[in-house]
C-alpha cells in the first residue's frame, strides 16, 4: 500500500528562520512529488511539482528535492516570514492514485 | 486560467434536504476529483472522473452521488446526510498521462449537517 508520511507534525519557528520540512513515501514508483500550502479552511495551492526524472525544484524562497531511492521529498523555505504560517502537504502521484501526506502545520512568529 | 471554481462556498443544510455542489474548471483537463476533508486532517479521496468516466470511487456511502455532465463540470449531489457528513469538500482537475500531472484545487465548499 502506497503510504505518504511527513514530520514533524507542526513547527514553529522565529521570522527569518530557514526551515526544512520532510515528506516520506514507502512505494518509490512515483510519477511526480507536489508540496501545497493550504491556509485554514481555504483549498490547497499548488507549490512546486517534482518530477520523477527530477532531482530538485526551486520557487523564490522555496525549493523542494526528491530522492527516489530513499523516499523521501523535502521543502526548505528560506528566510521565513510570518505570511508562511499555514499548513503544507505533500501528494505522491502514482498515476492518477494521488496519496496525501497527513501535513505539517508551520508558525512563523514575528 | 488555471482556476478551478467551486459553488456555493457554504452550505448548512439539515439532514432530509437535497442540495448539490458544483465544480468548474476551463483547463480543458480531462480528470476530475472530489475529495472530503476534516478540520486538521489531509484530502480524502472520493471520486475520480476521467474522461467523463466514474474511474474511483473509495468506496463512499451513497448518499452522495456525483455526476460528471461533461468535461468541464463536476457535480455532487447530497441526500440525506448525517452531521458526521460535515467538513470542506474539495473539486481538483489533472490532465491525466502527463509526467508533470499536476492537481489543481479549488477553494472548496465549507459544508454544515444540521
Known amino acids: 500500500k502506497q503510504e505518504v508520511t511527513q514530520i514533524p507534525a507542526a513547527l514553529s519557528v522565529p521570522e527569518g528562520e530557514n526551515l526544512v520540512l520532510n515528506c516520506s513515501f514507502t512505494?518509490?514508483?512515483?510519477?511526480?512529488l507536489q508540496w501545497f500550502r493550504q491556509d485554514p479552511g481555504k483549498g490547497l495551492t499548488s507549490l512546486l511539482l517534482?518530477?520523477?526524472?527530477?532531482r530538485e525544484q526551486t520557487s523564490g524562497r522555496l525549493n523542494a528535492s526528491l530522492d527516489k531511492s530513499s523516499g523521501r521529498s523535502t521543502l526548505y523555505i528560506a528566510a521565513s516570514q510570518p505570511g508562511d504560517s499555514a499548513t503544507y502537504l505533500c501528494?505522491?502521484?502514482?498515476?492518477?492514485?494521488?496519496?496525501f501526506g497527513p501535513g505539517t502545520r508551520l508558525s512563523v512568529l514575528p | 486560467d488555471t482556476e478551478v471554481t467551486q459553488t456555493p462556498k457554504h452550505l448548512v443544510m439539515g439532514m432530509t434536504n437535497k442540495k448539490s455542489l458544483k465544480c468548474e474548471q476551463h483547463?480543458?483537463?480531462?480528470?476530475m476529483y472530489w475529495y472530503k476533508q476534516k478540520a486538521k486532517k489531509p484530502p480524502e479521496l472520493m471520486f475520480v472522473?476521467?474522461?467523463?468516466?466514474?474511474?474511483i470511487n473509495e468506496s463512499v456511502p451513497s448518499r452522495f452521488s456525483p455526476e460528471c455532465p461533461n468535461s468541464s463540470l463536476l457535480n455532487l449531489h447530497l441526500h440525506a446526510l448525517q452531521p458526521e457528513d460535515s467538513a470542506l469538500y474539495l473539486c481538483?482537475?489533472?490532465?491525466?498521462?502527463?509526467?508533470?500531472?499536476?492537481?489543481?484545487f479549488g477553494p472548496g465548499t465549507r459544508l454544515l449537517v444540521l
Open positions: 483547463m480543458g483537463h480531462r480528470a
Open positions: 517534482i518530477q520523477s526524472s527530477q
Open positions: 472522473y476521467s474522461y467523463e468516466k466514474l474511474s
Open positions: 481538483a482537475s489533472s490532465q491525466p498521462g502527463l509526467a508533470q500531472e499536476t492537481q489543481y
Open positions: 501528494e505522491g502521484n502514482y498515476g492518477q492514485n494521488f496519496v
Open positions: 512505494d518509490s514508483a512515483i510519477y511526480n
